[in-house]
C-alpha cells in the first residue's frame, strides 16, 4: 500500500528536475522585493464620487416626487356643495357609471327610518 504522498511524487514530473541555486535565489529574491514594496493606495476620490453620485439620486428623486406631489394635489378638484336637500321630501338619486359600462343609480329618501331598535 502506497502513501498519498509516493502517489503524489510518482506523477509529478518535476520531481526529478529540481531548481537550481541561482534559480532560487531569483525567485526568494523576486518574492522579497514584491513583498518589501509599498501597496498603492487606492484613488480617494473612487468613493467619494460614489457617495456624491448616491446623494445627486437621492436628490433628484426627492424633487421629483415633490413635483409629482404637488401636480396630484393640482389634478383633485374639490367638488361644491350643491344646493341643499329640498325640504319638500323629495326623493333625491346619485348616478353614476363604472369603467366596466355598468351604471350604478341610489336613491336617497329623506323620509327612511329605521324601525328596528338594538337591544
Do not use: N
Not at 502517489?7 to 529540481?18: H, Q, V
Not at 487606492?42 to 439620486?57: E, Q, R, T
Not at 323629495?90 to 337591544?119: H, M, N, Y
Amino acid at each position: 500500500m502506497t502513501t498519498l504522498e509516493a502517489r503524489l511524487s510518482d506523477g509529478d514530473p518535476g520531481a526529478e528536475a529540481g531548481l537550481s541555486a541561482a534559480e532560487a535565489q531569483e525567485m526568494r529574491r523576486v518574492i522579497v522585493s514584491a513583498a518589501a514594496a509599498p501597496a498603492a493606495a487606492p484613488p480617494w476620490w473612487g468613493h467619494s464620487l460614489a457617495v456624491a453620485a448616491l446623494i445627486a439620486v437621492m436628490v433628484g428623486a426627492g424633487l421629483f416626487a415633490g413635483r409629482r406631489a404637488a401636480d396630484r394635489d393640482r389634478l383633485v378638484v374639490p367638488l361644491a356643495l350643491e344646493d341643499p336637500a329640498p325640504a319638500g321630501g323629495e326623493r333625491r338619486q346619485l348616478q353614476f357609471s363604472t369603467p366596466g359600462g355598468t351604471r350604478i343609480i341610489w336613491v336617497f329618501d329623506p323620509a327612511f327610518q329605521l324601525k328596528e331598535t338594538l337591544p
